[in-house]
């Protein structure tokens, strides 16, 4: 039966809503931080998206939507363009290696492999922004940053986690 | 990153559009963000109410006495470069703006305004925040601008030190105390001095306020500046037209005698 236009939305709809979830975040982890005394380092968002839609529906995270995503968030933030971009590619190609490993295994082994994920994705940001500014990176920024960033990644693997049952529960 | 390096217009151009869409949303957030602080500061402020109030009433006191001393000030100069003959030097114009986004980090020191060129910035215009002097416009679009800060590695801005006059370059390198390059071998300067922007070259007009000279333990290594606004926490900056005169904001304007007549009361 051919598929007819509203279903062909549909269907568009769901396949984009990840990426447009993942912008929005990126674009809330880039704005200026409240004056409240919190951290005013940021987590990065564009990974723990990366990190969950390539695992749970790699069809709604391609490499080139990873890429994308990347190059948004160098664009935002003034990074040299590319530098984001090559680090979410590469989480989403490693992360789409280890897809079995990560399904089978609990949520505490998936949110360590997470940290190791975001440690990684630091340091070869930091690496590419060394070897081009010939300046190496604040590793305490750094460090919090991605302390930040895995001890957020059980709230927004929630979040992400029902917004996913949602969009393809007919699926289910 | 090659193409960002091999063309920089067109990353510039990409980048710029990017930014001009975002910049919508990015105000959005930021202006919840705004009032959840402004929710927290009145709170804390209910408490000291009383004794802000009092403060706030002896300093108003001295600032009008302040504004008068300065319109008294501007007159005098006035009449004295009239007598010179001299030429008169630009005046300053401010585009006021509100900081968006500010994320890059100890990777890239720049933050987005809402203000572009509908509103009159323009690239390579000096920005102030309340204490001084914090960056440069980098990148203009219509409705943002990115702001490269003083302490950004990428940042170079011609500077002098008070009261002697050496001049140097304030360079950035991802530090919160950009380093004082290109000093004369002879300059002699202490620590405390306070440094502004020179003018030199004819990009930003002289004298705004940077910061003081901090003193090094290696004396081989070059000096560094302490700016003015070293909080990292902007909110408000204005950009400055550096251009046209303007007269300042609710001075009146200076009374200038013709040569050869009486000079005015």
Redesign the interface.
Known sequence: MRETFEQRVDRWGRAMTPMVIAA?LV??????????GVS???PNMALICVYFWSAQRPEAMSPAAAFALGL?QD?????????NA?TLLLAHVLVAGQLRFLLSQSFLVAWCAFAIFAIGAEAL??G??WF??D?P??LA??GL?VAVTTALHPFFAWALGKLDGRLYRDEA | MMLGKADIAIVQHVRTAVVDLSTPALGLVTGAFDAAETGAERLGDLAAVLDENAALKTEINAMREWRRRAINLGVENAELRNLLNLRPDPTLGFVSGRVVADRGGSFVRSVVVDVGDQHGVGEDQAVLSPEGFIGRTVEVGRWSSRILLATDLNSRIPVQIQPRGWRGVMAGDNSERPKLLYLAEIAKFEPGDQVVTSGHGGVFPPGLPVGVVEPTPDPEAPPRIRLFDDHGRLTFVRIVQFGEAKPLDGAPGPRVAERGSPAPE
Do not use: I, K, Q, S
């Open positions: 929005l674009l809330l982890a880039t704005a200026r931080d409240p004056d409240l005013a380092v940021a948004f664009l935002l933030t003034g990074f040299a363009p590319g530098v090559m940001r930091g590419l922004f081009f500014a300046r990176p604040d920024e750094a940053r």
